[in-house]
């Protein structure tokens, strides 16, 4: 670090392609976050005439409309967030510090859950835990011979949609505390070990201080994700009667429209969001460092002897809620007759897939729609990390921090608060977006961007500039050094991020259901349509497929030839 | 078009309805009536296709322009199906930005049409069938609409798990106590026939009837198609409210659903279908509405769909009670319109979503 800044102070400043690219990348980053942010903030200080008022705030401060969905939106995300923490980051440990079996194959898992969309989740979880035709509560009742209005568990109440929103926000916290416990060096533990520290001891003064940071940032982003959930809150509160903060927000955008107040209760998200990542910062902000700068030994293994098969056991039934109780749950109903009851020879039934393919005419839109802007936001997104994190990381213009920062903005705008935005500046001149796919890819992309441009400026600081300064030596520009010298050698991570994004957008629901019109359905916005008149199986079939498909890109990108291949930056 | 129609049949039609139509002060004669030419046929073809909004039961929407298709081969139809008050809400937020993507409209709630009308978005167009066969309260005396489908919201429950003798007979019965927790009901911001029936009923039971409803602890969902689903699930026991034509679906599948039609009279819906001045699919439009008024089409929602024709060419479906032998309450779209946002608003406070 402190070796690039000199570096960067003393090189004499230069006539290059540097601010024109600068200026670029920081007005599109203006354009992506600081518009649809001034127009949500303007609308909340106006009434319908467009002269200012506080009226907005007042109604949503007075109104026990707009109280109970706050205070029920801060319950979930602190009750779900500190679950996620208790059963993700033991098994986290277990999966990078341990000799359990099969710790492959469990990350591997906790990646498909990450792939779920929380709504599909939520909806595969109606078929499981609906509390009387949930086919968990069938089971039941079938076991202890229980009354018909009897059910173990009730997947509509405030209890059920944590559960669920715990299931899809795990895989956050688990990659989070994984990869900092695998850089935890061997050698710190094994000098515990030397000054006589027993397992317990080396775990409480060694492992788990330098795992907090980490865990304590998964907190947060676990926080962050079950505040915005849009989809599972929909699906799973709004039967039971309660809203929460998005689903109360998207409400206001049915007949009559009240984008005014809309905006006025994005704002609490948004406050909330700042001064949480605001928190992490000065929590994290001095000692997060320790684990990062050393790497010299490998990770140590902690020997589990016969408790690794209970590690097992642990970690396989966590595995049912997220992983394979709902995909279970879901290739039933797309071939069972009625969802609610399991496939036998008397109800399969291949309907739901002639359904889906030949008689529902929105499929083929709704996937093309997706495909197209799945790839679309994945390289443009890319791209653009990747240029914002070259000049950040080498520190290679003026305000490279200003525009670093633009950059993670986004992380602070929950996606249907985002969506608000756009929505009420891409719906009028001079740029009359709505009703185009290019509405839906701003969003993407800048929902996208603080998270791929995290992961590309973290890989740049771990590449030496050597090479990329013997290019520039060599006569060739900044650009050409970057896409031929400095990329090719980002190649893992590029193709990480790619598939980041090519995967996020496709779990988006909370923006795209405030931006889309009937030509630009994504197939998100689909599953939710046909969630609201109880179309079940179709459902089943669609996400499935869906999954299917992102499986096969993913897969697909990581053997294209020639391109992530080699492996130089893990030196 | 089975049949071809002269002008002077039409005419004929026409003149028995004469009396009504000029009793009313009109402002506007209704255009021509309109049949399904060669010109039409080639034109809507040469578009290619057409795109079709509406709150029918998905599977059902999707059979009718299937049929469509079928007939017509060569127009590719498009369904974009969501609840009636989703669907006005989507059309006035793409027609404020200039969005012209819908061509033909049918929406379960009839009030929409008043509003669409009154903003001049509706093109007049009627079919040859409308102006001969269609009673006056069922089309719009201006040509811009007519009644495609008529349909109940019913009272139904899960056969399994109640027996027939304890069924409720009333939308009183339901404030039992021991229906509680055992109600499903749908959602009148997201449906038009839950927002037409909530009108209705608030109107006769009054709106106290709903807050002792709310406290059954019913399920809340959100389409009219929806109820009819969680009960053959067997998710719940009951529904308060939904569609009659789906449970005319699910009972003659063989699924364990009955209706019932609540002593108090059920909720009239009727569901009209319109044409939109700024359709980018014009022609097609047209052949589409003629086609949805035919003895044909009408036929196959009443036989496919168990919906209810003002048709007076079809037939009833053997088995299902006869429209006219139903009390139903009285539908009045003008009132819907007028109350429609008090009525939401009602609604999610005593509902609280």
Known sequence: MALFFTRAESRPVRFDLSWPILLASALILCGLIVAPLAWLVYFSLVDRAGSFTLD??????????????????????????VACCLVAAPLAFLVARTDMPLRGTVRALMTASFVTPPFLGAIAWELLAAPNSGLINQAYRAVTGAESDQYLFNIYTL?????????????????????????????????????????????RRIIIPLALPAVLAGALVAFLQSMTLFGAPAILALPAGFHTMTTKIWSL???????????????????????????????????????????????????????????????LVVLLNPVFLPYGALLNAAFSRVP???????????????????????????????LILCTLAATIGTLMALIVSYLTSRQAIAFHRTLGFLATAPVAVPGIVLGVGLFLTYTRPPFVLYGTLWILLIAFVTIAMPSAYQQLQSAFRSVSS???????????????????VTAPLLRTSVIATWCFIFVGVI?????????????????????????????????????????????????????????????LRST | MPKRISRRAVLQGTAALATTVFAAPIKAAPPEPAGVTPQLIEAARREGKVVWYTSVDLPLAEKIAKSFEAKYPGIATRVERTGAERVF????????????????????????????????????????????????????????????????????????????EDAPKSFADLLDPKWAGKIVKGHPGYSGTIMTATYQMARELGWDYFEKLAKQRVMQVQSSADPPKKLALGERAVMADGNEYNIFQMKEQGQPVELVYPTEGAPLIVGPNGLFKNAPNPNAARLFQNYCFSVEAQQFIIDVGGLRSMHPGTKEKPGRKPFREIKTMKDDPAGVERTAEDVKARYARIFRV
Not at chain 1, 348 to 367: D, I, M, Y
Not at chain 2, 104 to 127: C, M, Q, T
Request: a positive charge.
């Open chain 1, 466 to 484: 050597d090479l990329e300064e013997a290019s520039r030596i060599l006569g060739a520009s900044r650009l050409r050094t970057l896409g031929r």
């Open chain 1, 507 to 567: 779990r988006e629901l909370s923006a795209a259901i405030m931006l889309f019109t009937s030509e630009t359905k994504v197939i998100s916005v689909l599953i939710f349509d046909l969630n609201e008149s109880g179309d079940l199986g179709a459902i089943a079939v669609l996400g499935l497929i869906m999954l299917a498909i992102t499986f096969a890109v993913v897969v697909l990108v990581n053997r294209i030839p020639g391109f992530g291949a080699i492996r």
């Open chain 1, 56 to 81: 907005n705030f007042r109604q949503l401060v007075t109104t026990p409309a707009f109280v109970e969905p706050l205070i029920t939106t801060v319950i979930l995300s602190v009750s779900a967030s």
């Open chain 1, 159 to 203: 209890t059920g949609l944590i559960f669920v929103t715990c299931c899809y926000t795990c895989p956050y916290v688990f990659v989070l505390v994984a990869n900092a416990l695998e850089r935890i060096p061997g050698d710190l533990e094994d000098a515990s070990a030397i000054l006589g520290g027993r397992k317990w001891v080396t775990a």
């Open chain 1, 340 to 370: 609610s009851q399991l496939v036998s020879f008397s109800n399969l039934t291949g309907h739901n897939f002639e359904f889906v393919f030949f008689e529902l005419s929105a499929t083929k839109l709704a996937f093309r729609n997706t």
């Open chain 2, 89 to 164: 809400q989507r059309i006035g937020q793409e027609y404020a930005s200039r969005i012209y993507a819908v061509d033909v409209v049918n929406s379960s709630d009839a009030a929409h049409f008043i509003a669409w009308k009154r903003e001049g978005w509706l093109a007049p167009y009627v079919p040859e069938d409308v102006a001969q066969f269609y009673p006056p309260e069922h089309k719009d005396p201006d040509g811009m609409s007519a009644s495609f489908r008529v349909w109940l919201s019913v009272i139904a429950y899960n056969t399994n798990l109640v027996k027939a």
């Open chain 1, 253 to 315: 955008f049915q007949y009559p429209p009240k984008p005014e107040l809309a905006a006025a209760a994005s704002l609490p998200l948004l406050i909330l969001t700042v001064l949480l990542l605001r928190g992490q910062h000065l929590i994290l902000g001095r000692r997060g460092y320790a684990v990062v700068g050393g790497r010299q030994g490998a990770a140590r293994v902690t020997r589990l002897g016969g408790w690794k098969w209970v590690a097992l056991v642990f970690a």
